[in-house]
T-cell receptor, first 113, second 113 residues
């Protein structure tokens, strides 16, 4: 499969626990984005990588959120001390960098109890 | 920052009729405007996009128009079919640095057989 993949697809956790999600972009795509989507809304930008450099973080992203892309390939998004308000679909998208076309992964649905 | 508004939020049309979804944006620096289709429980998928140097683009039954002066763009679907039923999102971005997408709130399109 040459598309964007995300793991896990679903995650249920208790409030206060830490969770980590993984995104594998399309091979050779140098740009990688994380978005969050809540029910009935469009995706909202969280953060963005060009290769391994994290170039921007949204004001939506509290200090409990951290993202990495250590070798410029896959990326991880960690949420510490989860809260019920973190429940959402977390989407990853990748882009070749010159065409603006972002390809989305299937998302990780997080439920915080 | 960019703000994208989308109307209507829901739209029902008879099979075979046309559907039109409209979006406005606020940032005059935006120059890339994609449309995504999202079926229930699935990832957003790019269906058509337009750049600011083009006023209209067509791909079979789907067309997008852009009015940069008025800062609005529209999606037109002709000869609608039941498989067109989904949520459609418009988005805007620029190609200056971070090409994050700012999404509209979505339009739930229902095709009535």
């Amino acid at each position: 499969d040459t598309g964007v993949s995300q793991d896990p697809r679903h995650k249920i956790t208790k409030r206060g626990q830490n969770v980590t999600f993984r995104c594998d972009p399309i091979s050779e795509h140098n740009r990688l984005y994380w978005y969050r989507q809540t029910l009935g809304q469009g995706p909202e930008f969280l953060t963005y990588f060009q290769n391994e450099a994290q170039l921007e973080k949204s004001r939506l992203l509290s200090d409990r959120f951290s993202a990495e892309r250590p070798k410029g390939s896959f990326s991880t998004l960690e949420i510490q001390r989860t809260e019920q308000g973190d429940s959402a679909m977390y989407l990853c998208a990748s882009e070749l960098g010159i065409y603006n076309e972002q390809f989305f992964g299937p998302g990780t649905r997080l439920t915080v109890l | 920052g960019e703000n994208v508004e989308q109307h209507p939020s829901t739209l029902s049309v008879q099979e075979g009729d046309s559907a039109v979804i409209k979006c406005t944006y606020s940032d005059s620096a935006s120059n890339y405007f994609p449309w995504y289709k999202q079926e229930l429980g699935k990832r957003p998928q790019l269906i058509i996009d337009i750049r600011s140097n083009v006023g209209e683009k067509k791909d079979q039954r789907i067309a997008v128009t852009l009015n940069k002066t008025a800062k609005h763009f529209s999606l037109h679907i002709t000869e609608t079919q039941p498989e067109d039923s989904a949520v459609y999102f418009c988005a805007a971005s620029s190609d200056f640095g971070n090409e994050k997408l700012t999404f509209g709130t979505g339009t739930r399109l229902t095709i009535i057989p």
